[in-house]
């Protein structure tokens, strides 16, 4: 087959010393930020993308291979230890996981997280490896019409499903267009939003962006929160990071259950891999109920732990193949990685196929690469990756300050782009305190000038049409499955608030309810509330609590 001849090129590609040297590295700097509370893949990817740039293409993108499953491989570490997942993502498994370690399994709890994110992203990134040339074939069937249909569906549907609040998705969505939008207008040559300084004229870099409302942005909020914030127990990992042979058939089936919820949610704009995550742990829970396990909600479930691990990595592995396919990012990480392409003058989409093969299949490569690199890594060092938490956060936070000032400034040299992120940083943390989801504004940098550009050159064809929006069968396809969808979610939450109304009702009569994986209380995530929709991967920090539901 062509794909396979065609990835056997890429690994030859991959397999020198150098490149090798790039997807172990950017394997380490992934999982290393991963692991650190608060931060996880969509921060690792966004505090690495400036230190990139000095590479050529090809070792670039190996290298954010390992970052993207690194960052992945890392979150879930520091919430199986210390109940603060470093990502949204990781919830789920977070549930299970220290409840194991709790018990004195923390090393097994490890080694069924290591495994499961594994076997998710190879069968996930196999499908891709299979499947990406149908998804191109499909949008070089696409028109204008049906590119501005899809950036409104992912506008909408992940400004929807992200937040607790509707109203704040829009909102968010509206600061990133604004951000989008400052500089000279490319079709009429127009000056917009630059406050006539010359340096904005090329617009905001999407680094300066993406570094304020991820990583400054968390300082922030973090430095606001230091002495109020409860600090979680750590726990010990004493022995080695293996399963036995009954651990293995117990994990197994809920490794390949969780696959597969998490592999079509990778070509949904539905904010990351929360939803597979809690979908994949909902099924775990209501099969031990069956099943009559009593480890599962007390002493920790193995299968607790493995099914949200698979989802969360098959979601990350089918979202690469939507980016490079069509273009389109699924999840926060997926915008930054979308954002490095363009910084070296690449538009994912069927002509990345054609324009750059090479660079392509050399990166779905190097994901295999990266995967088998990190579950090596992350068995036999996970008890190394355990002594990270450890440090101070005052350092650690600090340490990253001095990062993204230094990586910004490195990249263009202009003090006018640290002003930006300071106000981008001030920006990000006014929205985690208010509890404003931070995905939309990063899809709505990326896609919006590509949304813009295609509704002009859409109308601009119809001579001002606009019925040509929705005269195609995939347009009304697209826009009918995104009315169904905001139906659901406006359910949902209007569902979600009655659940939570009825508990505290509860609370203040005195009656304790258990807990539902949908709605039950959830991990402190590293004294911040995640932002669900950042990676589903990038928290936003806003509050003492993690999200309420996995959506």
Same mark, same amino acid.
């Not at 069937?141 to 929807?160: D, H, K, N, R, T």
């Not at 870099?205 to 430095?223: D, F, K, P, R």
């Not at 504004?441 to 949304?451: D, E, K, R, S, T």
């Given at each position: 087959?062509?794909?396979?001849?065609?990835?056997?090129?890429?690994?030859?590609?991959?397999?020198?010393p150098?490149? +090798?040297?790039?997807?172990?590295?950017?394997?380490? +700097?992934?999982?290393?930020?991963?692991?650190?509370?608060?931060?996880?893949?969509?921060?690792?990817?966004?505090?690495?993308?400036?230190?990139?740039?000095?590479?050529d293409?090809?070792?670039?993108?190996?290298?954010?291979?390992?970052?993207?499953?690194?960052?992945?491989f890392?979150?879930?570490?520091?919430?199986?230890?210390?109940?603060?997942?470093?990502?949204?993502?990781?919830?789920?498994?977070?549930?299970?996981?220290?409840?194991?370690?709790?018990? $004195?399994?923390?090393?097994?709890?490890?080694?069924t997280?290591?495994?499961?994110?594994?076997?998710?992203?190879? *069968?996930?990134?196999?499908?891709?490896?299979?499947?990406?040339?149908?998804?191109v074939?499909?949008?070089?069937?696409?028109?204008?019409?049906?590119?501005?249909?899809?950036?409104?569906?992912?506008?909408?549907?992940i400004?929807?499903?992200?937040?607790?609040?509707?109203?704040?998705?829009?909102?968010?969505?509206?600061?990133?267009?604004?951000?989008?939008?400052?500089?000279? &207008?490319?079709?009429?040559?127009?000056?917009?939003?630059?406050?006539?300084?010359?340096?904005?004229?090329?617009?905001?870099?999407?680094?300066?962006?993406?570094?304020?409302?991820?990583? +400054?942005?968390?300082?922030?909020?973090? =430095?606001?929160?230091?002495?109020? &914030? /409860?600090?979680?127990?750590?726990?010990?990992?004493?022995?080695?990071v293996?399963?036995?042979?009954?651990? !293995?058939?117990?994990? %197994?089936?809920?490794?390949?259950?969780?696959?597969?919820?998490?592999?079509?949610?990778?070509?949904?704009?539905?904010?990351?891999?929360?939803?597979?995550?809690?979908?994949?742990?909902?099924?775990?829970?209501?099969?031990?109920?069956?099943?009559?396990?009593?480890?599962?909600?007390?002493?920790? #479930?193995?299968?607790?732990?493995?099914?949200?691990?698979?989802?969360?990595n098959?979601t990350? $592995?089918?979202a690469?193949?939507?980016?490079?396919?069509?273009?389109? /990012?699924?999840? =926060?990480?997926?915008?930054?990685?979308?954002?490095? !392409?363009?910084?070296?003058?690449?538009?994912?989409?069927?002509?990345?196929?054609?324009? #750059?093969?090479?660079? @392509?299949?050399?990166?779905? =490569?190097?994901?295999?690469?990266?995967?088998?690199?990190?579950?090596i890594?992350?068995?036999?060092?996970?008890?190394?990756?355990?002594?990270? %938490?450890?440090? /101070?956060?005052?350092?650690?936070?600090?340490?990253?300050?001095?990062?993204?000032?230094?990586?910004?400034?490195?990249?263009?040299?202009?003090?006018?782009?640290?002003?930006?992120?300071?106000?981008?940083?001030?920006?990000?943390?006014?929205?985690?305190?208010y509890?404003?989801?931070?995905?939309?504004?990063?899809?709505a940098?990326?896609? $919006?000038p590509?949304?813009?550009?295609?509704?002009?050159?859409?109308?601009?064809?119809?001579?001002?049409?606009?019925?040509?929006?929705?005269?195609?069968?995939?347009?009304?396809?697209?826009y009918?499955?995104?009315?169904?969808?905001l139906?659901?979610?406006?359910?949902?939450? *209007?569902?979600?608030?009655?659940?939570?109304?009825?508990?505290?009702?509860?609370?203040?009569?005195?009656? @304790?309810?258990? /807990?539902?994986?949908?709605?039950?209380?959830?991990?402190v995530?590293?004294?911040?509330?995640?932002d669900?929709?950042?990676?589903?991967?990038?928290?936003? $920090?806003?509050?003492?609590?993690?999200?309420?539901?996995?959506?």
């Amino acid at each position: 087959m062509d794909q396979l001849s065609l990835l056997f090129e890429g690994f030859a590609a991959a397999l020198t010393p150098m490149n +090798l040297l790039w997807v172990v590295l950017g394997a380490l +700097l992934g999982t290393a930020v991963g692991v650190l509370p608060g931060l996880g893949s969509a921060m690792a990817v966004a505090l690495l993308l400036p230190i990139t740039f000095s590479l050529d293409p090809t070792a670039a993108f190996i290298m954010f291979a390992g970052v993207y499953f690194g960052g992945l491989f890392g979150d879930s570490t520091s919430g199986i230890l210390l109940n603060t997942p470093g990502n949204s993502s990781a919830i789920a498994a977070t549930f299970e996981g220290h409840r194991m370690a709790k018990d $004195g399994r923390a090393a097994k709890a490890l080694a069924t997280a290591a495994i499961g994110a594994f076997v998710g992203g190879l *069968i996930a990134t196999t499908l891709v490896v299979f499947f990406a040339p149908t998804l191109v074939k499909m949008a070089t069937a696409f028109g204008p019409a049906e590119y501005f249909a899809l950036a409104v569906f992912a506008f909408l549907a992940i400004s929807s499903v992200v937040s607790e609040s509707v109203v704040k998705g829009l909102a968010s969505l509206g600061i990133g267009l604004v951000l989008a939008m400052v500089g000279v &207008d490319g079709p009429s040559g127009t000056v917009r939003y630059t406050l006539n300084i010359p340096q904005l004229f090329d617009g905001i870099s999407i680094v300066v962006i993406t570094v304020g409302l991820l990583a +400054l942005g968390e300082v922030l909020h973090i =430095a606001g929160r230091i002495h109020r &914030d /409860p600090v979680a127990q750590k726990i010990e990992t004493k022995g080695k990071v293996r399963l036995n042979g009954t651990d !293995f058939r117990k994990a %197994l089936p809920a490794w390949l259950r969780g696959t597969g919820f998490g592999v079509p949610f990778g070509i949904i704009p539905a904010g990351g891999s929360e939803v597979p995550t809690f979908l994949a742990y909902g099924t775990e829970k209501r099969l031990a109920k069956r099943r009559g396990d009593k480890e599962f909600g007390t002493t920790g #479930s193995i299968r607790g732990v493995a099914a949200p691990e698979a989802a969360g990595n098959a979601t990350a $592995g089918t979202a690469m193949g939507a980016l490079l396919a069509l273009g389109l /990012p699924t999840s =926060a990480t997926a915008a930054i990685m979308l954002a490095a !392409f363009q910084q070296y003058g690449m538009q994912p989409g069927p002509l990345l196929f054609e324009r #750059s093969g090479e660079l @392509v299949w050399t990166l779905l =490569a190097s994901l295999f690469i990266g995967l088998v690199v990190l579950v090596i890594m992350n068995v036999q060092f996970a008890v190394l990756w355990a002594k990270l %938490l450890y440090i /101070p956060r005052h350092y650690l936070y600090a340490g990253i300050t001095v990062l993204s000032v230094l990586g910004v400034y490195a990249i263009s040299s202009a003090t006018l782009d640290l002003w930006v992120l300071l106000l981008v940083g001030l920006l990000g943390f006014v929205m985690r305190r208010y509890q404003f989801p931070l995905a939309p504004v990063l899809i709505a940098v990326v896609l $919006g000038p590509l949304a813009e550009t295609e509704l002009r050159r859409a109308l601009t064809v119809a001579e001002g049409d606009a019925s040509i929006l929705v005269s195609s069968p995939m347009t009304i396809i697209l826009y009918s499955v995104l009315a169904i969808a905001l139906v659901v979610s406006a359910v949902q939450h *209007i569902r979600h608030r009655r659940e939570r109304r009825e508990e505290a009702l509860a609370a203040a009569n005195g009656v @304790v309810r258990e /807990p539902e994986p949908e709605t039950g209380v959830q991990p402190v995530m590293a004294g911040s509330r995640a932002d669900s929709g950042a990676d589903s991967n990038a928290s936003s $920090g806003t509050g003492s609590s993690a999200p309420d539901d996995g959506r």
